[in-house]
T-cell receptor, first 115, second 110 residues
């Protein structure tokens, strides 16, 4: 596709429910990144994938967060038993080559609201 | 742990003015630094990427400089336009970690 796409664009859920956020990277980009942008805070790096593997999962805020990537393309970020503090905009980015040092291109984000 | 600071937090200028946004970082052992703009309700748009071996990058009315030894980068916007109004973020990469500043919210008044 022309750019990184994310779905849904907005998600409202009740506390305790699970949510799945999807990211479609730019075709041919081997690296994929997830970030979180909370109100009043800066962008927070969560995890990145080199192909289908995630060399560094230390940015995930808790064990309720998990991410996977299949086929070297689409990635899903799953948040289990959502809490109100999970409310944020979740941004996905991709880059051509699989290291974090390369220029990243961002999707429009998914705005998650946990009631 | 890398810390990235952007000053000012907000800036309002009249159209046509030249302006400078500042970014400072605490760990100078960086791989690169990237400037982004973020429009309300949208994702980030990459503006300029400066590798650690470079001193500056230019794109149109934008010029970004990097001084690793002092831990500083500036984004210079020439002849500002109302369409430049957005939040500008700088991000620094070292090792496998990317750290963002809190951003500068720029408003260019017609």
């Amino acid at each position: 596709g022309a750019g990184v796409s994310q779905s849904p664009s907005n998600k409202v859920t009740e506390k305790g429910k699970d949510v799945e956020l999807r990211c479609d990277p730019i075709s041919g980009h081997t690296a994929l990144y997830w970030y979180r942008q909370s109100l009043g805070q800066g962008l927070e790096f969560l995890i990145y994938f080199q192909g289908n593997s995630a060399p560094d999962k230390s940015g995930l805020p808790s064990d309720r967060f998990s991410a996977e990537r299949t086929g070297g393309s689409v990635s899903t970020l799953t948040i289990q038993r959502t809490q109100q503090e999970d409310s944020a905009v979740y941004l996905c980015a991709s880059s051509l080559i699989g290291t974090i040092v390369n220029e990243q291109f961002f999707g429009p984000g998914t705005r998650l609201t946990v009631l | 742990k890398q810390e990235v600071t952007q000053i000012p937090a907000a800036l309002s200028v009249p159209e046509g003015e030249n302006l400078v946004l500042n970014c400072s970082f605490t760990d100078s052992a960086i791989y690169n630094l990237q400037w982004f703009r973020q429009d309300p309700g949208k994702g980030l748009t990459s503006l300029l990427l400066i590798q650690s071996s470079q001193r500056e990058q230019t794109s149109g009315r934008l010029n970004a400089s990097l001084d690793k030894s002092s831990g500083r980068s500036t984004l210079y916007i020439a002849a500002s336009q109302p369409g430049d109004s957005a939040t500008y973020l700088c991000a620094v990469v070292n090792n496998n970690d990317m750290r963002f500043g809190a951003g500068t919210r720029l408003t260019v008044k017609p």
